[in-house]
């Protein structure tokens, strides 16, 4: 358990304890009313036990739990209200109707619930994306560190001319792929190995004609992606 979890339940605990002395030390009427708000109060607290569990995973990653922060608002702005207004409750507890209590504790809870699980569901929803993103520009960002690399390895200036060329056109495209431009991202693939080979052999003639065919591939790339958009 972290420190960050044990210090948040030391202080519900501390909370309960403090809600708990004003409760029943201060002269309220113990009637069905204070007791409806006595127990809804401490439900409130107690239930922030959950919000910590959801909001702030020990397995989840440093993204997971930034996500989780409006999911611990939701909690706490729950506690407040539902604190307030069992106090006010308790204080008027001798004229305060029963029934008009139920209704002023079960609908602010109401709010809780599907607040918490909106804001989860939501978190879950960008963490998805977060995730498809990341595996979308995973062979563009693969062909920008390899065209990088090769322009390095060229011997020749009027190769490494061309190569650059080839990554630079690389480094300005659209990293994120699509169904539509995944053939073209295994031909470009396959170019890339091409010219690979030319440079280890040290055939900068066909180098030279790879490097046109490519930017002519990642241009009809550009192309899809624009009309995508």
């Given at each position: 358990m972290s420190k960050n979890k044990i210090r948040g339940y030391?202080?519900?605990?501390?909370?309960?304890?403090?809600?708990?002395?004003?409760?029943?030390?201060?002269?309220?009427?113990?009637?069905?009313?204070?007791?409806?708000?006595?127990?809804?109060?401490?439900?409130?607290?107690?239930?922030?036990?959950?919000?910590?569990?959801?909001?702030?995973?020990?397995?989840?990653?440093?993204?997971?739990?930034?996500?989780g922060f409006p999911i611990a608002r939701v909690g706490v702005l729950y506690l407040l209200v539902q604190l307030v207004l069992s106090l006010m409750q308790m204080a008027f507890a001798a004229v305060f109707p029963t029934w008009l209590a139920v209704i002023i504790n079960v609908l602010p809870a109401a709010f809780a619930v599907v607040g918490c699980i909106a804001a989860d569901v939501m978190r879950d929803e960008i963490a998805r994306q977060d995730t498809r993103l990341k595996t979308d520009v995973a062979a563009m960002r693969a062909l920008q560190s390899m065209s990088a690399a090769l322009a390095g390895q060229c011997s020749d200036d009027d190769a490494k001319k061309a190569v650059q060329k080839v990554a630079d056109a690389f480094r300005f495209s659209d990293p994120v792929s699509s169904e539509q431009t995944k053939d073209l991202e295994k031909e470009l693939q396959n170019q890339?190995?091409?010219?690979?080979?030319?440079?280890?052999?040290?055939?900068?003639?066909?180098?030279?004609?790879?490097?046109?065919?490519?930017?002519?591939?990642?241009?009809?790339?550009n192309r899809i992606c624009a009309l995508n958009k």
């Open positions: 030391i202080t519900l605990a501390v909370l309960l304890a403090v809600f708990s002395v004003v409760a029943f030390a201060a002269p309220f009427s113990k009637t069905m009313v204070f007791w409806l708000a006595y127990i809804f109060a401490v439900a409130a607290i107690a239930y922030q036990i959950y919000v910590f569990q959801i909001s702030f995973s020990d397995t989840g990653d440093v993204r997971s739990k930034f996500y890339m190995d091409e010219i690979q080979k030319a440079i280890i052999d040290g055939d900068f003639t066909l180098m030279n004609i790879l490097c046109g065919r490519i930017l002519g591939s990642l241009a009809e790339r």
